[in-house]
């Protein structure tokens, strides 16, 4: 089974610090994202990224960045942590062709304080 | 763009009764549809997923859901619930074009399972 590991579950961190989250996938996906949970709101994409180096814009990019060096990790970044960026993170990867459904990560919740 | 809707954000049946998850989509071609499950804590497993054929498809863990396109819906349906269904469902629709194909996801809605 393809697996999708987030590095850390929890995560407490303090307003202005810079923040890395971790994903790494073992199936040789393309394409990997970075979704936030928030409730009611469902999931909505940070970023995306179907290549090594190769990175888009989601629906809610602001304040973040991601990076890709190699095909296995997708690196979310939040240069200056804040309050508002407190959330349930979820990383997924898939395939790019037909027949595609994601495999998601188990989270990582961040607090910033 | 596209988007979907979940209307109910939380959903209470009996365990052994039957159970209806309401999705609607707004999207122009065909879409490609999705429902996920989301136990407490956990990531998002895919229970099903529609992209052509048969409008009725099957998924794991007993789950069936039925895409009408009159009605722009793909809804989410059990003959018997389970405790162990008691989790937080997503539906999703995927682009059918463009290099990464993102997944747009409803608010889901939480069921609960009452013994």
């Known amino acids: 089974d393809v697996k999708v590991t987030q590095s850390s579950r929890y995560l407490v961190k303090r307003t202005g610090e810079k923040v890395f989250l971790e994903c790494v996938q073992d199936?040789?996906?393309?394409?990997m994202f970075w979704y936030r949970q928030d409730p009611g709101l469902g999931l909505r994409l940070i970023y995306f990224s179907y290549d090594v180096k190769m990175k888009e814009k989601g629906d809610i990019p602001e304040g973040y960045s991601v990076s890709r060096e190699k095909k296995e990790r997708f690196s979310l970044i939040l240069e200056s942590a804040s309050t508002n960026q407190t959330s349930m993170y979820l990383c997924?990867?898939?395939?790019?062709?037909?027949?595609?459904?994601?495999?998601f990560g188990s989270g990582t919740r961040l607090t910033v304080v | 763009a596209q988007s979907v809707t979940q209307p109910d954000i939380h959903i209470t049946v009996s365990e052994g009764a039957s159970l209806e998850l309401r999705c609607n989509y707004s999207y122009g071609a065909t879409p490609y549809l999705f429902w996920y499950v989301q136990s407490p804590g956990q990531g998002l497993q895919l229970l099903l997923k529609?992209?052509?054929?048969?409008?009725l498809v099957q998924g794991i863990k007993g789950f069936e859901a039925e895409f009408k396109r009159s009605q722009s819906s793909f809804n989410l349906r059990k003959p018997s619930v389970h405790w162990s269904d008691a989790a937080e469902y997503f539906c999703a629709v995927g682009s059918t074009s463009g290099s990464a194909r993102q997944l747009t996801f409803g608010s889901g809605t939480q069921l609960t399972v009452l013994p």
């Open positions: 997924a990867s898939s395939f790019p062709g037909r027949g595609y459904g994601y495999t």
């Open positions: 199936m040789d996906h393309e394409n």
């Open positions: 529609y992209f052509s054929g048969d409008t």
